[in-house]
């Protein structure tokens, strides 16, 4: 019954998981850069919908729609305000992780003394929150909600990367930024709008964080952040569908701990992206081309 | 006849299912140049990269002057005499040049020349003091050259050290190298430049896709039905 | 061949005696300042806290400056440290000031653990310690492991607070730190970690033991984390572990570290007594603009002076010698 129950909590979760990492490994795929900010974008998702919810009564869903053009605006922007001039670095990985850090602190200060130090929450009742029953078990509404959310976001991630022109443009800046260039590709337009699209997946997944983390708060970041990074590592650097797999896996492995050790249950992400890093550490979706 | 420096037998090396090197075997005496050639991807690099420890080979057995070196890691290889240069060169770029030498001249164990000498032997004795990272690409490779004697190897693998050096700079590398051959050394070349090897080696190893597929004096290769056709195309002269 | 002799030229062997002396100036002069430090600033614990930052920006200076790898988690160390002391002095009743040698050890033991996080390079590294160190924050803070840490309740030391004795250990822990960097500037186990974060296999080749000189780096930078939290904890006293095992506390040193300049004696030690300064001045009361100001210099500092005051000053001196030689000729 309990691992019954674990596995179905871990694959709806798994799904949000998912929709929370995809843009750290995009933008991992396409720039080499670890976005140490990507789990700040994610707490500005959940005040961007709080704001939202009580200055328009705008339903938390809704929301998600009303932000995602205006994140990828925001990351187009960013990226060439921030990463032409550090390309030419010698040691680029490790200081764009510490520039993205710097970044990550102005947004955390920010969001503070602009929203607070407090954490926030949105009513239960701006989304639906009886308790749904699945296989005589009930597991809570917002979990549905969020899983039901990222889904069909995922989704339209998959299909903008694989059937669209610009996505294949993206896939080959992913698989070789050199040879992309050389066959006519605006490598930094596309890096520029991956970027956009990387932080619009952080802010939709901030939205449903509000619900399955209870409520959002500043200092959120840096916990996410790592859980995300766990999630790619295991999943594969630079492979989409090894992060919705990793997440999934991550999602279960979590609930089996919550439900049977809960107090060393937050030790499953930093478990997973140490083990794995040493153990395999091209992922689970990986091919034995790039060592870290 | 001259004592044998280094053999290899059966040396194979596979990457997951690619076979890089197949059943490699030869062996070098001291005082002579063996030439290492075949096309890009025949597996040159990888052989040098095995016997100077930066691969693991899947079999075979390496011997020193007669001793199998068992597992093994690179630094103790280069100490114990076994050295290459790299076919791009990677000075210590924040290092000077004579700290670019003198790292590797500390772990020697015996004699062998001084920094000095050897950054006039490959002529960078006026750069001593500058930066290795504001030497240019042939600079560079005589750097390396030079970090590769200062450990005052007994084997020498040298890769593609002729390339994109222009007729003058390789008789003077040619010259170069022959010198280094006094004093009972060996030099296993790796080189697509043949007047370059021609003045150097009189045996040579011929390599396609990991395999040997020759074994004998350079004129004679170049007559062999077998290295034409691999060649075809790209040996020009 | 002909002979043997090293290859020191008296020229070079002068300048090298002339940068081992400014090295030694920049022991000296921080040691004397915070010796008189009392005179001039009456907040103890802030100038305590100050030396015990210049000597982790130095550990950052060795693991990272020298070989690097960036510790993103060395605050694991750091945490490690405090608890590894504490429960030294409580537990095992040792005096206070041998306690910090427990924290010490505490770091290095953290630090022998991770070595296998070395088969991991650049950002995966830096990552990897990150999780390293929440992972062994989590441990400590374990509710289960409360007969042992005391768990997420943390720990007193009172009963040992010494003010007099903790600012000396802390200035000639200060001081220790500092001389390892200039030991290890100016030596060749320096050069040879020049080397290994220039190219490993390269350094291999000329020789280089690249296992065992990148390990004991990284112990010598684990070991001053340690004794830095130890007496981080008995100074503060009274401490939880979010209070030691705090993510901050690496950054703070790898951006003094950075903004000074690493690879340096002198900038790692400007960089923390500049940054520490100002968060004093300004974080202590309104730590959200701190965080702001302090987010926008890391910002400013990567994009346009990614080597630090330190490199900015080199820069412009060559410039100005440029300039200089280009009016003579």
Redesign the interface.
């Known amino acids: 019954m309990l691992v019954e129950y674990s596995i179905v909590a871990g694959v709806l979760l798994g799904l949000f998981y998912a929709l929370m990492a995809m843009g750290l490994n995009l933008v991992f795929g396409v720039q080499r850069i670890?976005n140490l900010a990507h789990g700040d974008m994610v707490m500005l998702g959940g005040f961007g919908a709080w704001e939202l919810y009580y200055g328009y009564h705008l339903n938390p869903v809704v929301a998600i729609v009303v932000m995602i053009p205006i994140t990828v605006a925001v990351g187009f922007g960013l990226y060439y305000l921030?990463i032409p001039?550090?390309k030419s670095?010698v040691?680029f990985?490790?200081?764009?992780?510490?520039?993205f850090?710097?970044?990550?602190?102005?947004?955390?200060?920010?969001a503070?003394?602009g929203f607070g130090n407090n954490e926030r929450s949105l009513p239960v009742s701006s989304i639906p929150s009886h308790p749904v029953n699945f296989l005589g078990q009930p597991y809570p509404a917002d979990w549905w909600v969020a899983a039901g959310v990222a889904l069909p976001l995922l989704a339209i991630f998959f299909l903008y990367l694989y059937r669209t022109r610009l996505g294949r443009e993206t896939r080959a800046v992913m698989a070789d930024e050199h040879e992309a260039v050389s066959v006519g590709i605006d490598a930094a337009r596309v890096s520029a709008i991956s970027f956009g699209v990387g932080l619009a997946l952080a802010a939709a997944a901030g939205v449903l964080a509000v619900f399955v983390f209870g409520g959002v708060d500043p200092s959120e970041g840096?916990g996410i952040t790592?859980t995300a990074?766990?999630i790619i590592?295991f999943g594969s650097l630079g492979s989409p569908l090894g992060t919705v797999v990793g997440s999934i896996l991550f999602g279960v492995a979590y609930q089996l701990a919550q439900v049977y050790t809960p107090?060393?249950s937050?030790?499953v992400?930093?478990?997973l992206?140490?083990g794995t890093?040493?153990l395999r550490?091209q992922g689970l979706f990986g091919r034995?081309t790039r060592i870290? | 006849m001259a004592d044998e420096i280094l053999r290899l037998e059966g040396i194979s090396k596979h990457f997951?299912g690619l076979s890089a090197l197949q059943e490699v075997s030869f062996s070098v005496e001291g005082g002579e140049a063996l030439g290492l050639v075949g096309p890009n991807g025949s597996g040159k690099t990888t052989l040098i990269n095995v016997v100077c420890g930066l691969y693991t080979p899947n079999a075979g057995n390496i011997y020193l002057e007669g001793a199998k070196l068992g597992k093994t890691t690179p630094h103790k290889l280069a100490k114990s005499g076994i050295n290459r240069t790299f076919q791009v060169p990677q000075p210590f770029a924040s290092l000077t040049v004579r700290e670019n030498v003198e790292i590797a001249a500390a772990h020697r164990r015996g004699d062998g020349m001084s920094v000095v000498e050897i950054l006039d032997f490959v002529n960078l004795g006026k750069w001593a003091g500058q930066e290795a990272g504001s030497l240019n690409a042939a600079q560079q490779k005589r750097l390396d050259l030079g970090r590769a004697l200062a450990l005052n190897p007994k084997v020498l693998f040298v890769d593609e050290l002729g390339a994109g050096l222009n007729p003058a700079e390789l008789a003077e590398v040619a010259a170069m190298l022959r010198s280094l051959l006094n004093g009972g050394r060996a030099l296993v070349v790796v080189e697509h430049l043949m007047g370059f090897l021609d003045k150097l080696v009189d045996r040579v190893i011929v390599l396609n896709a990991g395999r040997e597929i020759f074994h004998g004096g350079l004129r004679s290769a170049l007559d062999d039905g077998e290295v034409k056709r691999v060649f075809l195309g790209t040996v020009g002269a | 061949m002909l002979d043997s002799k090293g290859g020191g030229k008296p020229l070079a062997g002068l300048l090298r005696r002339k940068t081992l002396l400014l090295d030694l100036l920049a022991v000296a002069i921080p040691v004397i300042g915070f010796s008189f430090g009392l005179n001039f600033y009456s907040n103890e614990l802030l100038l305590v806290y100050m030396m015990v930052y210049v000597a982790l920006a130095h550990g950052i200076n060795i693991s990272?400056g020298f070989t690097?790898y960036?510790p993103?988690g060395y605050f694991g160390f750091f945490g490690a440290g405090a608890y590894g002391a504490t429960l030294a002095i409580l537990d095992l009743h040792v005096p206070a000031l041998l306690g910090m040698l427990f924290g010490g050890v505490a770091g290095v033991l953290v630090g022998l653990l991770l070595l296998?996080?070395f088969?991991?390079?650049?950002?995966?590294f830096?990552?990897?310690t990150?999780?390293?160190g929440?992972?062994v924050a989590?441990?400590v803070a374990?509710?289960?492991l409360q007969s042992i840490t005391n768990g997420p309740y943390g720990e007193n030391l009172a009963s040992v607070y010494s003010s007099g004795q903790i600012y000396v250990a802390a200035l000639v822990f200060m001081a220790l730190a500092l001389l390892a960097v200039v030991l290890v500037k100016n030596s060749r186990f320096g050069l040879s970690l020049r080397a290994i974060k220039e190219s490993e296999y390269s350094a291999a080749m000329a020789g280089v033991n690249v296992v065992q000189l990148r390990s004991l780096a990284w112990v010598i930078a684990a070991a001053i984390a340690g004794v830095g939290g130890a007496i981080f904890g008995w100074a503060t006293t009274v401490f939880y572990p979010s209070a030691v095992f705090d993510?901050a506390i690496s950054?703070f040193a790898?951006?003094f570290a950075?903004f000074g300049g690493t690879g340096s004696v002198w900038g790692p030690t400007l960089g923390t007594v500049l940054l520490y300064g100002l968060y004093s001045a300004v974080g202590l009361s309104s730590p959200?603009?701190?965080?702001?100001i302090?987010?926008?210099?890391?910002?400013g500092?990567?994009?346009f002076a990614?080597r630090g005051l330190v490199g900015f000053g080199r820069a412009a001196v060559r410039r100005l010698s440029l300039r200089r030689a280009g009016a003579n000729g």
Do not use: C, H
């Open positions: 670890i921030l001039r550090l670095a040691d990985e490790t200081l764009s992780l510490v520039l850090f710097g970044v990550s602190q102005v947004v955390e200060a920010l503070a003394l840096v790592i990074f766990a590592v107090s060393w937050n030790l992400p930093y478990v992206v140490i890093m040493l550490p034995r870290a | 997951g | 990272y690097g960036l993103f296998p996080l088969r991991l390079r650049g950002a995966y830096a990552i990897a990150l999780a390293a929440e992972a989590d441990i374990n509710p289960s993510s950054v790898i951006v950075l959200q603009y701190f965080q702001l302090y987010g926008l210099a890391i910002v500092l990567i994009l990614p």
